[in-house]
């Protein structure tokens, strides 16, 4: 692949920020779109639209068919066994929620445990603290190596036969640590567990695949992979969907409703209360019909040579700490640069065109872990490229002799 | 886009050597602030006598336009009335919407003006000072 061309398929690219060119290097918090994407949604809008599942008229068969479209394609993307296992959600946050509040709180209680890790996102630790305290759960964590990646013994270790959950982020959105999924499920199966797999970090830059994984759960966010925000997926295993409660309710989810009772439609619409995210389906699926006429493979290729780069090229910065390990990750790179705060790294990077996350990345207790208040990020995607690199490396020896000279 | 309209030499020099970094006794208006998107954090102590801020000093961890922010705040808020203290926050809050705002009392805080022109930053700029308004308002 070449992401010089790819570049120029994307519109926002090309543009100066503060007098530079753009090099946008915050994907893991969001990616940018492409023109095929933006011009679906578009088209979705210009000659589609209308409400899904109910309309007589032409256009109502239209945007259902767009609608669930979409479904069969997040399907094929993850290999699922069939599009009644993809529930459509706001991202993945919504998705994780669902599980927790419908799965987890009906088959969790005092004794049983739920099982993560130190490195989850926010989005992936307070549903599973809150079921905890909801239903007297133990929230337990499988231990961390130094370099930030799990030992496979450790949750052997951790996960027993009182362990009904276990929730994994498949990638690290700090350390870029690949997570062994699949051995994991297998122990958590073994101890007759669930495993829901976070897959917002990995989905957008590798070939995910539910099946051979075997986890029980997947939820996926479309705007981290070149498709519009506010639209995600939950696959589940059918049998496991099929036993679930809604958590919401209203039109489009039930089959029939009295006064005093309901009942669901089939799988997947009965977790889809309310008219669903149809535009935003529709650019998810324009968005896995371009990842995957690149390749993901390719892509993880890409990202993985751009990585190892700036890994190799920013730990030539005197004084630079990276977080996480050199192999073994995907397309980003966290650090900081001696005493400077990453918020001041990142102004002066966005002073040179470049866009890059500083925070805490909603990973407040990974922080703790690492033993710092925040950090920087620089991370990659297909349309990313060596020169990219080379804007940051050199922005970063600026920032730092001009905060040298700053504070002296 | 001038970096040096932001990292002025003033701030910086805040940055390097904070006044009023430190803690007062158990007694002192305490008041813990995070910045929840950014992480910055700030632990605010006053003591507050008869109407004055007595005392003011702070401790926390931030990038350095909050923590100079919050070196400035406890020195310019020092000795002034409460109510003083808060018209100061009011103008300090028109200084971030970019309003032309001269600062008779510590001229030092005229150095954050810059701030405005990177909306990203104005929220560790005002840390300090919302702590400052939240200290007063438990106090009454």
Known sequence: ?408 | MQLDDLYRRVIMDHYKNPRNRGTLEDEAVTINLNNPTCGDRISLQMELEDGIVKQAKFTGEGCSISMSSASMMTDAVKGKTLDKALEMAEKFSGLMKGEPVEFDEYEDLEALSGVNKFPARIKCATLAWNALRKGIESSK
């Open chain 1, 1 to 408: 692949m070449n992401a010089k061309e790819i570049r120029e398929l994307f519109p926002i690219l090309h543009q100066e920020i503060n007098g530079h060119p753009l090099v946008y290097l915050d994907n893991a918090a969001t990616s940018q779109k492409p023109r095929s994407v933006i011009d679906a949604i578009n088209h979705y809008y210009e000659w589609e639209n209308s409400n899904v599942h109910r309309g007589v008229h032409t256009l109502g068969s239209r945007a259902t068919d767009a609608y669930e479209g979409a479904r069969e394609k997040v399907a094929r993307f993850l290999n699922a066994s069939s599009a009644q296992e993809i529930i459509f959600t706001r991202g993945t946050t919504t998705a994780l929620n669902l599980v927790a509040s419908s799965y987890a709180r009906s088959v969790c209680g005092e004794g049983d445990e739920i099982v993560i890790t130190p490195m989850e996102h926010h989005s992936n630790l307070i549903p599973w603290q809150q079921v905890a305290k909801a239903t007297g759960a133990t929230l337990k964590y499988i231990p961390m190596q130094p370099d930030g990646t799990i030992e496979v013994s450790d949750v052997e270790k951790t996960i027993t036969e009182r362990t009904k959950v276990v929730s994994v982020m498949y990638v690290s959105n700090v350390l870029g640590v690949i997570n062994p999924i699949k051995e994991i499920t297998a122990i958590a199966h073994r101890n007759g567990a669930v495993m829901v797999v976070d897959g917002a970090q990995s989905t957008p830059h590798m070939k995910v695949d539910v099946r051979d994984l075997d986890c029980d759960f997947y939820a996926l966010s479309g705007h981290k992979m070149c498709g519009p925000t506010g639209i995600g997926a939950l696959y589940g295993k059918k049998a496991l969907l099929e036993a679930m409660e809604p958590i919401e309710f209203g039109g489009e989810m039930i089959d029939h409703v009295d006064l005093y009772d309901s009942t669901w439609k089939e799988l997947p619409w009965k977790f889809e209360g309310g008219t669903p995210i149809i535009a935003g389906a529709v650019g998810l699926g324009a968005a896995i019909d371009f990842l995957e006429e690149i390749g993901l493979d390719a892509i993880d290729r890409h990202e993985a040579e751009l990585a190892g780069l700036a890994y190799d090229r920013l730990s030539e910065i005197d004084g630079i700490t990276i977080y996480g390990p050199r192999e073994g990750r995907v397309g980003l790179v966290t650090f900081n640069l001696d005493d400077v705060h990453p918020h001041d790294v990142a102004t002066v990077l966005d002073s040179d065109g470049i866009a890059v996350r500083a925070g805490h990345h909603c990973c407040q207790p990974l922080m703790r872990w690492l033993e710092v208040s925040a950090t920087a990020r620089a991370s990659f995607y297909l349309y990313n490229t060596e020169d990219d690199v080379d804007r940051l490396v050199s922005s970063l020896i600026k920032t730092k002799e001009f905060f040298g000279h700053a504070i002296g």
